[in-house]
């Protein structure tokens, strides 16, 4: 693994999945996204936003989200799910906290024909599922899509996180999701997963094969480990004493998001400069609009400075450059599901590991590159991303694969 991608995911993945900014919060969307359902169990401030340190809210998410799926045309619910408190019959406390309060997973639902095949979207780390705004509607005309918060991000519950483990922070996750699953009564489903949420998935398909049809990893995290691909660049650069600082916040679990909460009032300035260049200035693909960007700043600056929850699995999952504690690349032969891979050509992942992990696999594989798209390749180059999407998913659309060609530029290799 390159500097590039272990310095950059380190701290640049995370500081860039993290800024947004304050906007409006004064004015609800005029939701074409109909009717919308939800439950909320957080204490609200008696302080109003403009008096907090950080004015942020349960209520501000949730609104912040209303106002960014306004852009999407499709009709949607959207829904407090109850996964209870833990799994049946578990004491444990990672994932129960230290309550037995139920937990909620925030989740929207966009209409489709009856009979589509479920696509089920979970984002990646320092994100929501409002990150896909562009993709719903292209993909609602050929799946029931259903996108999730996972737990401890964005609009669903934030319990106290107290793993201490790899073990413990993965179950958090996975079990996490299964119960989302089975209050949903889904069977089976295609999963998408988005960087650390492609990690999540990959580890959800492994030990819950029989539930998913085909699984989609784009960007995915978590494949390669220190030991095998740290380069002797980022190996001398942790001899410096930047390098040593580095690795001390990583270990001690100081979060991007922590720097923004931080700056209290004044985060919401440094987020619109963010969005703003990474999907303005310098995009790698079609730019955000005025619009697109105000919402999205506004939906990613309330979802990371909430409650710190999901965001502390990071050196529990990672060692400092990113690398995998528990590489998937280790666990490529037990994989059990159908599998495609889908990168930005300018991503910092390198598809390369997707590539070594495919000839290991005894599923199909397939890889997939999208121009004019980095990291976000959803966001860069949504056309690109929706051909990749349709082409990879062809045997459960149509009994002619040949209805769903790949976009000009978009290959398989």
């Known amino acids: 693994m390159s500097v590039r991608f272990g310095l950059r995911r380190s701290i640049s993945t995370s500081l860039a999945k993290t800024m947004a900014e304050e906007l409006n919060s004064s004015a609800p969307a005029t939701a074409t996204a109909a009717s919308v359902t939800s439950t909320s169990t957080t204490k609200k401030s008696l302080w109003p936003s403009v008096l907090r340190w950080i004015p942020t809210s349960t209520d501000h998410i949730i609104s912040a989200e209303k106002r960014l799926l306004s852009l999407v045309r499709t009709p949607y619910t959207q829904e407090q799910v109850n996964i209870g408190s833990g799994p049946p019959g578990s004491k444990v406390k990672w994932f129960r906290s230290a309550s037995n309060e139920p937990r909620f997973i925030n ?217 995998a504690r528990s590489p998937l690349l280790h666990r490529s032969s037990d994989w059990k599901v159908p599998t495609t891979f889908i990168y930005g050509i300018q991503d910092w992942m390198d598809y390369l590991q997707a590539d070594e992990a495919r000839k290991n696999m005894s599923v199909p594989c397939e890889i997939i590159r999208v121009p004019q798209a980095g990291h976000f390749v959803f966001l860069d180059n949504a056309k690109g991303f929706h051909s990749a999407i349709l082409n990879s998913c062809r045997r459960f659309l149509s009994p002619d694969p040949a209805n769903y060609p790949l976009e000009e530029g978009v290959t398989l290799v």
């Open 107 to 323: 989740t929207v639902t966009f209409d489709s024909k009856e009979g589509s095949p479920t696509l089920v979207m979970v984002h990646g780390y320092a994100a929501a599922q409002g990150f896909f705004f562009r993709n719903f509607d292209a993909l609602a005309q050929h799946f029931r899509v259903i996108a999730i918060d996972q737990l401890g991000w964005g609009g669903s519950s934030r319990p106290d996180f107290t793993c201490s483990s790899t073990e413990e922070t993965e179950a958090w996750f996975i079990d996490s999701f299964e119960e989302w699953r089975k209050a949903k009564n889904l069977s089976n489903f295609i999963l998408l997963g988005h960087s650390f949420g492609g990690y999540v998935a990959a580890k959800y398909a492994l030990k819950h094969p029989e539930h998913v049809q085909h699984l989609i990893l784009v960007g995915p995290a978590g494949f390669s480990s220190e030991t095998e691909h740290k380069s002797e660049r980022l190996t001398k650069f942790q001899e410096t004493w930047k390098g040593a600082v580095l690795n001390h916040l990583w270990e001690s679990n100081f979060t991007p998001m922590k720097v923004v909460r931080g700056l209290g009032p004044f985060g919401p300035n440094l987020v619109r400069r963010y969005t703003g260049a990474r999907f303005g200035e310098y995009s790698t693909g079609e730019r955000l609009t005025e619009e697109e960007s105000r919402l999205l700043t506004d939906y990613v600056y309330h979802t990371l400075v909430a409650k710190a929850s999901g965001e502390l699995c990071l050196k529990h999952i990672f060692s400092f450059g990113a690398f």
